[in-house]
């Protein structure tokens, strides 16, 4: 794709990362009964792209107003916030997805996963409680953060994380192991898997913004599409990167014969699909009114052309 | 004790329960992708004592004031939701808690439990799943339950379940296995582990009702030492009922090593125990202004004694 932007997504990202990272580091506690803090911090502090977080600071930005200073105090901590909360649910998710019942993986993010370094028992209970600390950095009390913000993005990344989401797909990718899947199916599983909580980031910076709907609607739009974008250059990244390079074991998915869009298309064809569902993603938010969306579109990019 | 009430409970909860039924069944989905909504229904419907969800309308009943008839019916529906929500993370905590990884427990409300029936990743999923579910009930859209108490509720159930809760219960218990504890140490960790829900769901309906900040603090007192007195009444019930009584494996706590109120104080000395603290949590509700507080009382006094 031909997108000109003078836009440099390097140093806008770094200093967002530097600001999840610190909320990270404050909000998952620092001392818990049974030293529990430390295989939730070991989960979810000191690595991962943090790409849904990056969507939750760029939808805000593209979305804030900068009129009334103590509003948009509050507002970006909202958006910290629910960047933090939803790196605790996808953070949950990985710990509970890469136990022996599960994909029983060893390696994530170039380290042994939780319940290689801490037992099994207290990996179930370190995503258990990082789920549940999601929903309390969403509700601070004594917050300027308004009750309807708080309110709505529980709700948000709730459902997301739910039977309609997240553990839905899960559930969807469990139970098609060994079986043909058709590209409907396929974009179906995903969706719920890994595209319900990438659009829930997009949709969580644009409430803290206080969007209006017709622009959450765009923006919905371009969440589901990168979303979608995101799990076939995964995909293809499974097929053609190396453990080392993506920190978490390679070719699993062929290996667990689960159907993957290369299964289904090559890997040529796949990244045509990657770069066409990046263009509407692209296009859906020309279309909104949305005025600053240059870190948007820039991680859009990054998402199709990432080799890790 | 002799408390002299004409107050019977059996009516009135039956009738509650009744509700609380419905709501479940209403509110945890009947389709989900790949069935998932089979494991949940089986996890949360059709059984358990629903002590907790009791607790929430024994409180809301004793704080609501029955004037606006508008206002009384979402402020009744936030209480049946938060009955709900709190009913679906003690489910998910029963399937995870009953997984092999932890009690490895095969029996539990008289029917196999949820990884036995469905396989253990299934299991995981559900639980992950049915507390996803809890923050869906809590938050619903279009609906007059103010954002004020959405988020309040979002906020103590994710507090009561996590790391200062119920989660971090659990991992205290996990590595007491074997250990000596004394009695300081023994209430700490089931304060943790069952109380921390115990107690909110008596504030959950407490805060439906919209009751006063003193009251709550009454209420706060009166949660605590019923849910130590519940867990005091559990370990007397784990070395005297057996299984088909129970509907779980009895005797595993002193089977696995555990530390437990019998084993620090003898059955004789735990049940005075639970006497005493039944008596302190009644006195916090006469302390309080509420009125009607003779459901709570009676829940309180059939929690001591209880046969199963």
Redesign the interface.
């Known amino acids: 794709m031909n997108v000109i932007s003078s836009f440099d997504l390097e140093p806008w990202s770094q200093q967002r990362l530097a600001e999840i990272e610190a909320c990270l580091e404050k909000w998952i506690?620092a001392h818990?009964?049974?030293?529990?803090?430390e295989p939730?911090r070991y989960a979810v502090l000191g690595g991962g792209k943090r790409l849904r977080s990056l969507l939750v600071m760029g939808a805000f930005e593209a979305g804030i107003h900068k009129q009334a200073c103590e509003e948009l105090e509050w507002r970006r901590e909202a958006a910290l916030r629910a960047a933090t909360a939803i790196e605790l649910i996808h953070a949950?998710?990985l710990v509970?997805d890469d136990?022996p019942?599960?994909d029983n993986d060893v390696l994530r993010r170039g380290k042994p996963t939780v319940h290689v370094q801490f037992?099994?028992?207290?990996?179930?209970?370190t995503?258990?409680?990082l789920?549940?600390?999601?929903?309390?950095v969403?509700?601070?009390?004594h917050s300027l953060i308004?009750?309807?913000l708080?309110?709505?993005l529980?709700?948000l990344?709730?459902?997301a994380?739910?039977?309609?989401?997240m553990?839905?797909?899960?559930?969807?990718d469990?139970?098609s192991v060994g079986h043909d899947l058709n590209e409907m199916q396929l974009s179906q599983m995903h969706k719920?898997k890994t595209g319900a909580l990438l659009e829930a980031s997009v949709l969580a910076g644009a409430l803290c913004a206080g969007v209006k709907d017709s622009d959450l609607d765009h923006l919905k739009v371009f969440g589901s599409a990168l979303g979608l974008a995101f799990q076939v250059i995964d995909d293809i990244l499974d097929v053609t990167a190396d453990s080392s390079v993506l920190g978490k074991t390679a070719g699993k998915d062929a290996h667990a014969d689960k159907p993957t869009y290369v299964s289904l298309m090559g890997i040529e064809g796949a990244k045509h699909k990657a770069d066409v569902l990046i263009m509407n993603a692209n296009q859906a938010l020309l279309s909104s009114d949305l005025s600053t969306t240059d870190a948007l579109v820039a991680i859009a990019l990054r998402v199709v052309n990432r080799t890790y």
């Open positions: 506690p818990a009964p049974a030293n529990l803090n939730m949950y998710s509970h136990m019942c599960m037992g099994e028992a207290l990996a179930l209970l995503g258990d409680t789920q549940a600390l999601a929903f309390e969403l509700t601070p009390e308004t009750p309807y708080q309110a709505a529980c709700g990344i709730a459902r994380a739910g039977h309609r989401g553990a839905g797909g899960q559930a969807v469990l139970t719920l």
